[in-house]
T-cell receptor
Framework: KAGVTQTPRYLIKTRGQQVTLSCSPISGHRSVSWYQQTPGQGLQFLFE???????NKGNFPGRFSGRQFSNSRSEMNVSTLELGDSALYLCASRLTSGTSFYEQYFGPGTRLTVT | SQQGEEDPQALSIQEGENATMNCSYK?????LQWYRQNSGRGLVHLIL?????REKHSGRLRVTLDTSKKSSSLLITASRAADTASYFCATVPLRGGSQGNLIFGKGTKLSVKP
């Protein structure tokens, strides 16, 4: 089975621009979560989607948004980029039934640099 | 917000030695998981221990959980250079928690020298 894929892997943007990151979960996984990782704040939860609905949202400003499509693929969008948005953005998918109920499978991440 | 705090922040050992990392957390949990991350890449799930379990083994990994002290430890036995990575504990709070919303600690950076 193919793993979680994220595109693009690297991105350089300018302050004020917006960016869209994409995540394709493992086939059969309907839950997709997004995390931001920075050296200062560590790994922080952004949001979780299940069946095209946002289930949970972390403590991030409204500039951060996401969505999930009917094939479970997910995108996250950051508008009006700030320097502090430079981070590794990780996507994770999981099954929602069976013995692997709690395990998350992570993608390789998208490294976003804002200049 | 961080739920877990790993200790130590960094650990350097020789190949063949055992590595022990500790994690403390703040609120009651449903389960606690350990993940490994190589050089700023994706995380790999290592092991999950539920709140009603005290110890779990998986290959060279041994995890313990003490809910009264709100702490967990990860032991890697007979370490190898390939174990060099950052290790994170992640919790799912009992109240208001979700399996898709893991709360991570800051991690322990393990370096295993050949």
């Amino acid at each position: 089975k193919a793993g979680v894929t994220q595109t693009p892997r690297y991105l350089i943007k300018t302050r004020g621009q917006q960016v869209t990151l994409s995540c394709s979960p493992i086939s059969g996984h309907r839950s997709v979560s997004w995390y931001q990782q920075t050296p200062g704040q560590g790994l922080q939860f952004l949001f979780e989607y299940f069946s095209e609905t946002q289930r949970n949202k972390g403590n991030f400003p409204g500039r951060f948004s996401g969505r999930q499509f009917s094939n479970s693929r997910s995108e996250m969008n950051v508008s009006t980029l700030e320097l502090g948005d430079s981070a590794l953005y990780l996507c994770a998918s999981r099954l929602t039934s069976g013995t692997s109920f709690y395990e998350q499978y992570f993608g390789p991440g998208t490294r976003l640099t804002v200049t | 917000s961080q739920q877990g705090e790993e200790d130590p922040q960094a650990l350097s050992i020789q190949e063949g030695e055992n590595a022990t990392m500790n994690c403390s957390y703040k609120t009651s949990i449903n389960n606690l998981q350990w993940y490994r991350q190589n050089s700023g890449r994706g995380l790999v799930h290592l092991i999950l221990i539920r709140s009603n379990e005290r110890e779990k083994h998986s290959g060279r990994l041994r995890v313990t959980l003490d809910t009264s002290k709100k702490s967990s430890s990860l032991l890697i036995t007979a370490s190898r250079a390939a174990d060099t990575a950052s290790y994170f504990c992640a919790t799912v709070p009992l109240r208001g928690g979700s399996q898709g919303n893991l709360i991570f600690g800051k991690g322990t950076k393990l370096s295993v020298k050949p």
